[in-house]
């Protein structure tokens, strides 16, 4: 999902809801938080891995509307299980994802939550590097955003730098590699060649080490 936009429902100028925070309401009659979002389109996933992770649920209010100039576009209003603080905290966490790209992206037999943030322009040992670069946001507390945080914007600059980066690794390596992950600090390059899926680790100073690994 990319282009998202908060999104205001007519019903809540109603005195049934409350504004709480920017578009997050106060739902009167449930005791729960709400929050409506546009897109160009919403995918079913990741939707559904955002509901779970935020612990949150769909609304009716989900589906496409015409808007004042014509054209389609998609909503989805989201909502807690509650009006606990921790449920509000989970939603507030949620909103961030507007005006992000957030993506699904597989490694092995998993399926991760991301932000993207860039296509890769850089090369590594002369050969040209491209591939999504990705900020991971899986986690089931419902505790984490999709805010940038430190040093996604380093890995960021590096890897849209244009520059040429040294590292200790197969031609085959690089020319494979098709997602740039960013995790607890550092780039994992993730490459898959004849059946053998490399990692290549890179901290914001440069080449790490590669591993052979079938996660992440």
Known sequence: MKDIRTFTLDK?????YSEIAFGVY????TDSYCFCFEADEIEQYPLEDLLEQYN????????????????????AEVETVS??????IQLMNFTTIVGREIINFEIGDYVYLGVKYADSN????GIRVN??????RTDSSGMISFDVIY??????????????????????????????????????????????SR??????????????TAGI
Do not use: R, W
């Open 12 to 16: 809540y100028s109603s005195d049934n």
């Open 26 to 29: 106060l739902n009167k009659e």
């Open 56 to 75: 949150l649920s769909a609304t009716d209010d989900c589906g496409i509307v015409i808007g004042k100039d014509g054209k389609s576009k998609y909503i």
């Open 83 to 88: 009006s606990d603080k921790s449920d509000f």
């Open 122 to 125: 850089f090369s590594i040992n």
């Open 131 to 136: 591939a999504p670069i990705i900020g991971y």
């Open 151 to 196: 040093p996604d914007i380093q890995y960021k600059n590096m890897f849209t730098s244009g520059e040429d980066i040294s590292a200790k690794v197969s031609t085959a390596d690089i020319e494979n590699i098709s997602l740039i992950i960013i995790k607890d600090g550092h780039a994992k390059l993730f490459s898959t060649y004849e059946e053998i």
């Open 199 to 212: 990692m290549m680790i890179f901290n914001t100073d440069g080449f790490i080490t590669v591993e052979n």
